[in-house]
């Protein structure tokens, strides 16, 4: 059982930055792939980005490519989102999840097994 906790989010104005840490209980991070999600009210749960096991490869929606970063620290067992450019469709509750190292990394929010209970993010115009 991998259990994950979110934070860093916030409210900040259109343009501004913010940084999502998720940190994992699992000594064996190293063997997951990590995601970021993100749900609006009334909305699907939506990929944001993802990052293989090793960190050597990364995933991007196209609506956060160029503005958001994902990367993770295995020795620290923490995954991160830097978003940046930041806009008011941003606006949601941001997950991370854990998928197994061994499937292949997915942008499918049911692929992932473990997720963490959430933070907010809003993007104020």
Same mark, same amino acid.
């Given at each position: 059982?991998? =259990? ?29 792939? +990590?995601?970021?999600?993100? =749900?609006?009210? $009334?909305?699907?749960? $939506? ?11 990364? *995933? ?21 989102? =830097? +978003?940046?450019?930041?806009? @008011? ?5 941001? *997950?991370?999840?854990?998928? @197994?190292?061994? $499937? ?8 992932? +097994? *473990? ?11």
């Amino acid at each position: 059982q991998v =259990q994950l906790e979110e934070s860093g989010g916030g409210l900040v104005q259109a343009g501004g930055s913010l940084r999502l840490s998720c940190a994992a209980s699992e000594r064996t991070f190293s063997s997951y792939h +990590m995601g970021w999600f993100r =749900q609006a009210p $009334e909305k699907e749960r $939506e990929f944001v980005a993802a990052i293989k096991w090793s960190g050597a490869v990364t *995933y991007y929606a196209d609506s956060v490519k160029g503005r958001f970063t994902i990367s993770r620290d295995n020795a620290k067992n923490t995954v991160y989102l =830097q +978003m940046n450019s930041l806009k @008011p469709e941003d606006t949601a509750v941001y *997950y991370c999840a854990a998928r @197994p190292s061994t $499937e292949v990394v997915s942008t499918t929010p049911r692929a992932y +097994m *473990y997720w963490g209970q959430g933070t907010q993010v809003t993007v104020s115009s």
